[in-house]
């Protein structure tokens, strides 16, 4: 039972245009959301995150929308930059727990 | 801040055999997480450690194990390997404090094949 989805393996965008990356969940109990950003041969790097108090965060070039009534999550990237490429998984955690569920994660290619 | 480290990068083990892999947090950090990570699987939880005790564990047969020391470094073993282990295996740390666990910062992983 996946919790959290990302149903777009992979996402193309051109240098300069918005990216945006999906995640949605299931579990209502959900009360922290985070994305990161995987290189080949790498761990995951922490992006940005939300609280489900919010339905926005912005940290420079990346925002995270929250739509608990859908709920879904985004991650817009604007501009997009040709670094960007990379996977991008996004996380979720229970109310009260120390568990994070991931989705499969959405490869994105930024096309110079 | 040194980051998450883990060791080793690369293993090969075979079929039966058991396999022990080492992660040393971000000093400060207290919270350590395994996960499993195989191709279209995305990362698979499987234990998290907090002040060398077992907080939380994923959907994991009990091959699979772990623990914690006194200076949050942690340890995940697994036992009897099969194929089906070959994945690569990463560690996260994070500030656990006033009860709230922020965000998880990882290590390169250690990637394991299994023959």
């Known amino acids: 039972d996946q919790q959290v989805k990302q149903n777009s393996p992979s996402l193309s965008v051109q240098e300069g245009r918005i990216s945006i990356l999906n995640c949605d969940y299931t579990n209502s109990m959900f009360d922290y959301f985070l994305w990161y950003k995987k290189y080949p041969a790498e761990g995951p790097t922490f992006l940005i995150s939300?609280?489900?108090?919010?339905d926005k965060n912005e940290d420079g070039r990346f925002t995270v929308f929250l739509n608990k009534s859908a709920k879904h999550l985004s991650l817009h990237i604007v501009p997009s930059q040709p670094g960007d490429s990379a996977v991008y998984f996004c996380a979720a955690r229970g109310k009260g727990t120390y568990k994070y569920i991931f989705g499969t994660g959405t490869r994105l290619k930024v096309l110079a | 801040k040194a980051g998450v480290t883990q060791t080793p990068r690369y293993l090969i083990k075979t079929r039966g055999q058991q396999v022990t892999l080492s992660c040393s947090p971000i000093s400060g950090h207290r919270s350590v997480s395994w996960y499993q990570q195989t191709p279209g699987q995305g990362l698979q939880f499987l234990f998290e450690y907090f002040s060398e005790t077992q907080r939380n564990k994923g959907n994991f047969p009990g091959r699979f194990s772990g623990r914690q020391f006194s200076n949050s470094r942690s340890e995940m073993n697994v036992s009897t390997l099969e194929l089906g282990d070959s994945a690569l295996y990463l560690c996260?740390?994070?500030?656990?404090?006033?009860?709230?666990?922020?965000?998880?910062?990882f290590g390169p992983g250690t990637r394991l094949t299994v023959t």
């Open positions: 996260a740390s994070s500030y656990y404090g006033q009860g709230i666990s922020y965000e998880q910062y």
């Open positions: 939300i609280s489900s108090i919010k």
